[in-house]
């Protein structure tokens, strides 16, 4: 047996070339079912990306108290939304879970105790995003909460320890919005965002496309319309998940940029 069949033993993933690292802006649950320039993005970006082993995505949608990790076969296919067609309450994506993967990304995270949950699944932050990039629905799907109680700087610190996940076939996915204030949504206007709006997400894809991680983990401290952009923090957070896994001189670049509704920001993010 080959040291790389060795490996792939012990842990179920061969090692594999560093994976590259997604952020999603996901949007409405809708994108799910829609054809429109950001279900486009998607896949168009599922047919650049190599084939990965597995996927552990961090949803804005799953927050807890403690930091879990999914560990069961199947996950189910979670509607956490109301008030939309049947069409999209009739969607399943039925990937396979990890528990491997699951158990890997627990042991990767030595700063934080992980516990491994078998009652979550998908929700509507990964499997509506995920459906257009892999939509055979054949590759494992392992979800990551976010914990309530950490502040911005404990998640950007934990994440970076899932790194060496990426030379394993891991795709990483960070999954929310990072301008995202629903409290003040223009539903007349599908396209273009208020005027702070435009003013945060462009520092933000500064600071990003820059390597200034510190302005973006202390993102309280920019000002007004940083504050109006993410009055609360979950639809954030899984960008500073994706950004802290960054490596030196790795390319990062931005698709589906723009912003819907005054104030939703679909901006996406690839580094690697």
């Keep these: 047996m080959t040291l790389r069949e060795l490996a792939k033993a012990a842990d179920g993933f061969a090692p594999t070339p560093t994976m590259p690292v997604l952020f999603l802006g996901h949007g409405s649950p809708m994108n799910a079912i829609e054809d429109n320039p950001f279900t486009q993005g998607w896949q168009r970006m599922g047919k650049d990306l190599p084939h990965p082993n597995a996927i552990l995505c961090i949803s804005a949608h799953w927050e807890?108290?403690?930091?879990?990790?999914?560990?069961?076969?199947?996950?189910?296919?979670?509607?956490?939304?109301?008030?939309?067609?049947?069409?999209?309450?009739?969607?399943?994506?039925?990937?396979?879970?990890?528990?491997?993967?699951?158990?890997?990304?627990?042991?990767?995270?030595?700063?934080?105790?992980?516990?491994?949950?078998?009652?979550?699944?998908?929700?509507?932050?990964?499997?509506?995003?995920?459906?257009?990039?892999?939509?055979?629905?054949?590759?494992?799907?392992?979800?990551?909460?976010?914990?309530?109680?950490?502040?911005?700087?404990?998640?950007?610190?934990?994440?970076?320890?899932?790194?060496?996940l990426r030379k394993k076939g891991i795709l990483i996915i960070g999954s929310g919005n990072m301008v995202h204030n629903l409290g003040v949504i223009d539903w007349h206007n599908p396209d273009g965002g208020f005027d702070w709006a435009l003013e945060a997400g462009t520092r933000m894809k500064q600071l990003i496309t820059s390597g200034d991680h510190s302005a973006l983990v202390n993102y309280a401290a920019n000002g007004k319309a940083f504050q109006l952009s993410i009055p609360t923090p979950e639809h954030y957070l899984p960008l500073l998940y994706t950004l802290a896994l960054k490596q030196d001189k790795e390319p990062v670049s931005l698709f589906n940029d723009r912003l819907v509704m005054g104030s939703i920001a679909m901006t996406s993010v690839r580094i690697g």
Excluded: C
């Design 64 to 164: 807890t108290r403690g930091t879990y990790v999914t560990g069961m076969d199947r996950p189910r296919t979670i509607h956490d939304f109301g008030g939309f067609p049947q069409a999209l309450f009739d969607v399943q994506y039925p990937a396979p879970g990890s528990p491997e993967l699951a158990r890997l990304s627990q042991e990767a995270m030595t700063t934080a105790h992980v516990g491994i949950d078998h009652a979550w699944g998908l929700d509507h932050g990964a499997w509506s995003v995920i459906i257009h990039l892999f939509p055979k629905a054949d590759i494992p799907v392992v979800q990551l909460s976010l914990d309530r109680n950490l502040k911005p700087e404990q998640h950007y610190a934990l994440a970076r320890e899932l790194s060496s």
